[in-house]
């Protein structure tokens, strides 16, 4: 048996029985970092530069900020992305709010780690459309204002290069945190942060087993080393209307980063934080209101129906998991030379 | 003859004599606002949501920051800019910081004023692709964040609007401007801001005759009422090298908006601030580098071959035109419905 899936069920039942009593926690208040690559302001300024310029793209229009919107959701607002050219993704961009809760990245967790997870997009035909990572960087060198930066973040010599340069994205992501919501507040023992309605949602949450798979601050599944994913088989219950109607089961998820059939329809858990940012949901972008994803859900991972009201309480409860987004400055990005997109 | 030509050729006779002495003026610390539209801090706030919103384009991807990257030079980086579907437009995107500063707006002066000009590019079909504006605020009115903002900046009522969303824009982009550049505090009285070069590059810049159409604190020209543009033929001297290598005479220009053959090869002056952040350039995008821009500027229109030492030089004196750029705190944009982009 696939060695990460015995993991995941082992971890899952565990899991699941200790949330069986209910158990709440907030998010922490900073990211978790690789000992390699530890948070500093001078690797956070630099990869907020190089996270929203366009000029790391074939075309010079695709940022990371592209598709996802730190000024919003963290996404973009559509079922799936739209890269250079105008093409588009596969499947629905996630947020990258608290992605730096997430011990893998992408939805099928082919990443293990914010600083790999930015060496993917800039090299996608169908995302930024670079031709190699050499090429990336190779534009980050044509921009002279660049250089002083990463000297700042990692010191005088050979530094600027692409590792670096995913190194300070990550930095910055790990910026790009929302602890302080309404609901941490409630369980931090503000017991008034918190509507009837949203405590009565967070018992049906509970009570209906959603914490089997969303768990943990980020409600994404409970804590594993940098680099093991928890992923989830979805839909579980095929049966239900839904998985034709929101063509779930037409990508292999996770199966096609490992090219293994036993991974076929296991997904990463996503976080639930931030949702009333980030429609349209699920990996096929194709659910397009919260309480209709809280019924596919339910009745995909469940096998169960939840009342109207149910359903009601569940979303108040996940409102109350946005936010807030922290205030940010713009970055300055240094000047073009006239000749950089030839 | 063509009234606005008339006024042009007029003012620019009795401005190139009162250039000929040199006249230097530092730009204001605020920009001029029309009476109808005074700017405060609220329209401003919703016009930066406004302004850094994709969602208000055809596909969800362009917003006026994909062609006036504020993040850098108030334009892209490209020759011309690229719109929704990856279509190319005509001239090169001229820069949105100190564009309040302009009596007219676009390279052919066709919009009198900032707000008029925040209606053409989500409407034109190779930039933002909206089929009308009416399309285009329905899409604003499509989330539901925004109304607060509009009521905050234009009171109660039925005030999600065009022409408020234009205002507001308008008054962001009032607030885009660079004063304090080293050549401002030179000619407020520091004389150690401009090195021994600047200063002599500013007096080539004057002598070579540079002024009578670079004039004024923005260098666009003498002051005119809003909507009274300063026009200029180029190549007024069409027969140098250029051209045809930089396709300078291609475009009617200014004829493109008046449907006037008189108007054929007019183009608003631009401001000469913060060059050093937008290449390439000309209305064409085909002029790579500074000292080339300035020797096709001195056989265009003037005439004149410059030296390599008086080019040096009037491109260090132009350097000191750049920036400082005011920080800014990045919008947070309203979330979007699932439904948006149906």
């Known amino acids: 048996m696939h060695r ?68 919003e959701g963290g996404d973009d607002h559509m079922t799936t992305s739209a890269g250079v050219h105008g093409l588009k993704g596969g499947r629905n961009a996630p947020t990258v709010w608290n992605a730096a809760f997430h011990s893998v990245q992408f939805w099928d967790g082919r990443a293990p780690s914010l600083e790999e997870q930015a060496k993917g997009p800039p090299v996608n035909p169908i995302e930024m459309g670079m031709p190699n990572l050499d090429a990336v960087i190779d534009r980050v060198r044509h921009i002279p204002g660049y250089e002083p930066y990463f000297e700042k973040a990692f010191g005088a010599g050979d530094v600027v290069t692409m590792d670096n340069a995913a190194k300070a994205i990550a930095a910055y992501e790990r910026t790009l945190i929302t602890p302080g919501s309404a609901y941490d507040r409630y369980v931090k023992g503000d017991k008034k942060a918190l509507t009837a309605q949203q405590v009565k949602g967070m018992e ?46 037409d990508d292999p998820g996770r199966a096609s980063a490992t090219k293994d059939t036993a991974d076929t329809g296991m997904w990463r858990v996503p976080t639930l934080r931030n949702l009333t940012y980030t429609a349209p949901y699920m990996h096929t972008g194709t659910v397009k209101t919260l309480p209709e994803a809280v019924r596919v859900m339910a009745a995909t991972q469940l096998d169960k129906t939840l009342s109207d009201a149910e359903v009601a309480d569940i979303v108040a409860f996940l409102e109350s998991l946005t936010g807030p987004f922290p205030q940010q400055t713009m970055p300055h990005l240094p000047p073009t030379p006239g000749d950089l997109l030839e």
């Open 204 to 249: 049906t949450f509970a009570a209906a087993g959603c914490m089997s798979c969303h768990q943990g601050p980020a409600f994404n599944g409970p804590a594993l080393p940098a680099g093991t994913g928890f992923f989830m088989k979805f839909p579980t219950y095929p049966d239900s209307v839904y998985t034709v109607k929101y063509k779930l089961a």
């Open 4 to 71: 990460t899936l015995v993991i995941t069920l082992v971890l899952t039942l565990a899991a699941a029985a200790a949330y069986g009593q209910g158990q709440w926690e907030a998010l922490p208040d900073t990211a978790p970092a690789p000992a390699d690559n530890p948070t500093t302001a001078a690797k956070v300024e630099l990869g907020k530069m190089l996270y929203f310029d366009p000029r790391l793209s074939s075309t010079g229009t695709v940022s990371c900020f592209s598709c996802h919107n730190v000024m």
